[in-house]
């Protein structure tokens, strides 16, 4: 990935094509928590591409409000954008019973969290981690590393470790028994770790 100080720089320079590169950088990282936050009972009408092209759309059309300078900065303004269309989502689908706040700031803290629970995964399957990446967002090493993975791979990685779900739950996402969703975790893991140590090598 390029220098993240440097694209924010030509980002704001030029809005129209250096902000577009910009956010590129950050499709996988954001559809890997749509994902993982995107209601089960609204996977038949919405898919995480949909919530995540808005949220990208937003990004463009307030970018100029963006005061920060730092990549962890601007990883958590587009979460906070990702989390309203969420919400907004939610609301469209499930009606008034989707307007309480007091379910809007359990999601809020629910994609905080998932930001929270890729670092662990990082932290887990790297080596020799430098301080260069612990400076940046551990997600978007993440995120670009389960994109070079199968899709039942980088499922299982998803709501194993990301979504926090169970492997009766798993099981039951994913049409296999607990005991073959576990292997396939298993599997996922040790694809996942060179392709970490891939992905900061590049950083380095």
């Known amino acids: 990935m390029p220098n993240m100080n440097a694209s924010l720089s030509e980002a704001r320079r030029d809005p129209g094509s250096g902000l577009g590169v910009l956010l590129e950088q950050y499709r996988s990282y954001l559809s890997m928590l749509a994902r993982a936050n995107l209601s ?50 939610t609301r469209r689908y499930q009606g008034t019973a989707a307007r309480d706040i007091g379910r809007e700031q359990p999601l809020a803290e629910m994609v905080d969290q998932s930001a929270e629970a890729v670092g662990a995964v990082v932290a887990a399957n790297m080596t020799s981690p430098s301080g260069r990446v612990h400076r940046r967002d551990l997600g978007v090493l993440l995120a670009n590393a389960l994109e070079q993975l199968s899709e039942d791979h980088r499922t299982v990685l998803i709501l194993r470790n990301i979504s926090g779900l169970s492997w009766p739950e798993i099981a039951e996402r994913t049409g296999r028994t607990p005991k073959a969703a576990g292997m396939l975790w298993t599997r996922a893991l040790e694809r996942l770790r060179p392709l970490i140590q891939d992905e900061h090598g590049r950083e380095r």
């Open 40 to 89: 089960r009972a609204l996977a038949p009408r919405v898919s995480p591409s949909d919530v995540v092209q808005s949220t990208m759309l937003k990004a463009c059309k307030y970018f100029e409000h963006f005061r920060g300078s730092t990549e962890p900065e601007f990883t958590a303004w587009l979460r906070q954008i990702l989390t309203r269309e969420l919400i907004d989502v």
